[in-house]
Structure formats: structure tokens, C-alpha cells
């Protein structure tokens, strides 16, 4: 579904990913690991069109490096960044409608499946997005990016910042997402949560992946979770 190939990223002088190469398939999710500063949220601008990225990025068949923001969104990519960029002064109605790209009678997600997810959202659906808790503006970033209907989704820390029970909420959403068949890859500061929930893994270290493989492989692999985890 999703498939970089040697991704290279800059920022000016200052060279970010050095040949990352990595795969998400649909219905899998998995999640991205490693230390704050190693290049996991360039990699997802990368992908998004928001950094300029050296190599190749596939999406369903189709090569997209280089494609601007909002061909890639409407290809079927959706991405919740890490500063979650909710427009505060519009209410939560509006900020799901910024999220509709195009009305379908096949569109999975609407407005009454995104409150049946996210009940908490419907009843606070003519507030300001500025008023609500964090668990709440991350649950409206997440509903917006759905309202896109897309086909893989990019989940930039999620977590940051949030309440034990409104994680164990967002880690669950992940699993049903990935349940209908969405490629999920998860940006994760938590090793546990993204050890609970993940198909695959990959560790990034120096702008690099040093290491792809299960859950279960990672947690048997004591000299990678050392060097490159571990603080």
C-alpha cells in the first residue's frame, strides 16, 4: 500500500533521512520507534509532501514523490500531525467539515460514523475546538483525517500528553481502523502501546531504519532496544 525506497530528507544543510526504505500494507498497522530528533516525523512529511524527499515513495502502484499535499491527501493518504493543527477558533463541526474531500454514497466515514466512534465529539459538536481537553482535540484530529475516508493514515504521537484511559482509547480506534482494511503507520514515543497494537515495527536511529521486524522479534532483540531506544 505504502512503500518508500532509499528516502532522503533535508533541512537546508542538515541531512535528515539517509535512505530510509520501509513498507505499510493494508490492514497492518505499524508503528515507527526510536528517539526523539532520528527523523520519524520528517519521514511522514516526506511522505506527505510537506519536506521535499530524494527517492521514492510508492503509494497503490503509484509513485508520488514529489506530488504536492493535497494530490497525495486526495490519492487516499491521511496524516494527524504531531501538533494534532486543529483551527481553534472554529467549532467541531467545522473543523470535520475542513476534513471532506469529496461526498460519496461509498464514503466509509460521515458525519454518523465518526460520532458513533467519538461520542464525546457530537456532544461537543458546536464548541470551539480552543475549548476542548487534549484527548478531545486529538480524538477531532483523528475524526477529521477520517472524514477524508482514507486509505492509509499516518499517526504522528497520538498519545503525547494524554490521560492512561484516553490512550487505551486511541490504541483501540488504531486496532479497528486497521480492522477495515487502512494501512496505519504510528509515529510512537510509548514502546508498550506500540507493542500491544503493531503487525511490524521499525526502529529508526540516525535517520535510518535499524531495525524491521515483529513485536515479539524487537523484544528478543535486547542490543537494539539498548542502543537505540533505551535512554
Not at 510509548?190 to 526502529?203: D, E, F, G, P
Request: aromatic fraction near 6%; hydrophobic fraction near 40%.
Amino acid at each position: 500500500m505504502l512503500v518508500t525506497n532509499e528516502l532522503h530528507a533535508y533541512y537546508g544543510k542538515s541531512h535528515v533521512l539517509r535512505g530510509v526504505s520501509m513498507e505499510v500494507r493494508a490492514g497492518e498497522i505499524v508503528s515507527l520507534v526510536g528517539r526523539n530528533g532520528v527523523g520519524r516525523s520528517t519521514l511522514c512529511k516526506s511522505i506527505m509532501g510537506l519536506v521535499p524527499p530524494v527517492g521514492d515513495i510508492h503509494f497503490d502502484g503509484r509513485r508520488v514523490t514529489g506530488q504536492p499535499p493535497h494530490r497525495i491527501a486526495h490519492l487516499g493518504v491521511g496524516y494527524v500531525p504531531e501538533d494534532r493543527a486543529i483551527f481553534p477558533g472554529l467549532t467541531v463541526i467545522e473543523n470535520l467539515e475542513l476534513g471532506v474531500k469529496r461526498r460519496s454514497d461509498a464514503a466509509r466515514w460521515g458525519y454518523d460514523e465518526v460520532f458513533r466512534r467519538f461520542p464525546r465529539l457530537q456532544e461537543r459538536r458546536d464548541t470551539p475546538a480552543e475549548a476542548l481537553s487534549g484527548g478531545e482535540q486529538q480524538m477531532l484530529t483523528m475524526a477529521r483525517t477520517l472524514m477524508g475516508n482514507p486509505r492509509c493514515i499516518m499517526v504522528d504521537e497520538p498519545t503525547e500528553g494524554l490521560a492512561p484511559r484516553v490512550v487505551a482509547e486511541l490504541a483501540e480506534l488504531l486496532k479497528e481502523i486497521a480492522a477495515e482494511g487502512i494501512a496505519v503507520l504510528l509515529v510512537e514515543q510509548k514502546l508498550s502501546i506500540a507493542k500491544q497494537i503493531s503487525h511490524r515495527m521499525y526502529v529508526m536511529g540516525d535517520g535510518r531504519i535499524v531495525f524491521d521486524g515483529t513485536p515479539a522479534q524487537l523484544e528478543d532483540s535486547p542490543d537494539i532496544r539498548k542502543e537505540w531506544l533505551e535512554v
